[in-house]
């Protein structure tokens, strides 16, 4: 089978520091890597977005975020469609049907750490410039802004 990972490889050791450790918490240039509907272990529907941060000093790096669909509570599935929709709106994506939709497009994701696992989690999004914008000019900012 295509999918199947049955093959000898040699035991690796890994030394001091070359184990992953999470990226510092900060803003990150990414994009999505991959997106995938899968079941939790809990029996529930999620989307498992795996994001790829493409700034030099952490470039290739990976952080995932889970988004559950549906629970037995209403407030599951609302929290759900809130938070996947400012997903989608960083984006610059609505109402997307599929995953492929979603990858490779680029954002900013705000990465946390979690305690006490010590983990990397996306906690937030912004858009990110498209280089064809240029800079923007403080000058002609609305007066709210």
């Known amino acids: ?3 199947e990972l049955d093959f000898e490889r040699p035991e690796i050791e890994f030394g001091d ?4 450790s999470p990226v ?10 991959s997106c995938q509907r899968v079941t939790a272990s809990s029996g529930n529907d999620m989307v498992s977005v795996q994001f790829a941060i493409t700034q030099p000093d952490y470039a290739n790096r990976r952080v995932w975020k889970h988004y559950v669909c549906w ?8 929290n759900f469609a809130r938070e996947f929709s400012r997903l989608e709106d960083a984006l610059g994506v609505k109402g997307a049907k599929i995953c492929e939709e979603l990858v490779g497009k680029h ?8 305690k006490p696992t010590q983990k990397n989690k996306v906690s ?10 240029g800079t923007p000019d403080p000058a002609n900012a609305p007066d709210w802004f």
């Open 71 to 78: 629970h037995e509570t209403e407030k599951t599935a609302q």
């Open 17 to 20: 520091g070359e184990q992953m």
């Open 107 to 114: 954002l900013d994701i705000l990465v946390k750490i979690e």
């Open 24 to 33: 510092p918490e900060g803003w990150y240039a990414a994009s999505i890597f």
């Open 1 to 3: 089978m295509e999918n």
């Open 124 to 133: 937030s999004y912004r858009s990110r410039p498209r280089p064809d914008m």
